[in-house]
């Protein structure tokens, strides 16, 4: 099983970010994805996610409105696209895979991505 997060890197505030994971060595469709983050100094904290037929996605209120969850099943790939992104966004990105949908504990989630870091300064 392997999942690999791309797309982060220094942004300015205000501005938009798009985050992919590209997942394999699991069926891809059969999994609930989300999208963890990890500030310094801070516990992981639940994004955003999303029911394996993308019928139903779930957000964090912080990021509600300004991040988009999305997932693309014949390329095994999920994805975040953050707008108006605050500096308070700083945090090492993490996607993982869980068995069940609507789940916001890292204890539910079964498979992880070793991170990609988004910082958010002027």
């Known amino acids: 099983v392997q999942l690999v997060e791309s797309g982060g890197g220094l942004v300015q505030p205000g501005s938009s970010l798009g985050l992919s994971c590209a997942a394999s060595?699991?069926?891809?469709?059969?999994?609930?994805m989300g999208w963890f983050r990890q500030a310094p100094g801070k516990e992981r904290e639940f994004v955003a996610g999303?029911?394996?037929?993308?019928?139903?996605?779930y957000y964090a209120d912080s990021v509600k409105g300004r991040f988009t969850i999305s997932r693309d099943n014949a390329r095994n790939t999920v994805y975040l696209q953050m707008n108006s992104l605050k500096p308070e966004d700083t945090a090492v990105y993490y996607c993982?895979?869980?068995?069940?949908?609507?789940?916001?504990?890292?204890?539910?989630?079964?498979?992880w991505g070793q991170g990609t870091q988004v910082t958010v300064s002027s």
């Open positions: 060595g699991f069926t891809f469709g059969s999994y609930a």
């Open positions: 999303i029911t394996g037929n993308s019928a139903i996605t």
């Open positions: 993982a895979a869980a068995r069940r949908p609507y789940q916001r504990t890292i204890a539910e989630y079964d498979y």
